[in-house]
């Protein structure tokens, strides 16, 4: 059982960055697995923001996000992160990472390990 846990969250200002960091109890998940970051307003869907291949190999972001934030991983092979930047209010929800066997859409349904989540809040 793959557990995963979030960390870095917090409340900025718009314009202001944040970096995420999620850690897996399994020792070079990332060989493994692809893993995603994905995100949850009050009253919305959760959407997938970011996503990160085995080894690091491809990337792949949601449209609103392109420019601003970064997915990458640690040497190590069991962190990877979420780096922030230009934040904007729209940005503001739960975020969680997650892990993927079988490296399909980002899509919440298909994701089969999931951290508690941190809370990203942007104010005006």
């Known amino acids: 059982q793959v557990q995963l846990v979030e960390s870095g969250g917090g409340s900025v200002e718009s314009g202001g960055s944040l970096r995420l960091s999620c850690t897996a109890s399994?020792?070079?998940?990332?060989?493994?697995?692809?893993v995603g970051w994905f995100r949850q307003a009050p009253g919305k869907e959760r959407e997938g923001v970011a996503r990160?291949?085995?080894?690091?190999?491809?990337?792949d972001y949601t449209d609103s996000v392109k420019g601003r934030f970064t997915i990458s991983q640690d040497n190590t092979g069991s962190t990877f992160y979420l780096q922030m930047e230009h934040l904007k209010p729209d940005d503001s929800g739960m975020y969680y990472c997650?892990?993927?066997?079988?490296?399909?859409?980002?899509?919440?349904?298909?994701?089969?390990?999931w951290g508690q989540g941190t809370q990203v809040t942007v104010s005006e």
């Open positions: 997650a892990a993927d066997e079988f490296c399909r859409e980002l899509k919440p349904k298909v994701y089969k390990y």
């Open positions: 399994e020792s070079r998940l990332l060989n493994l697995y692809c």
């Open positions: 990160l291949y085995r080894h690091g190999s491809r990337t």
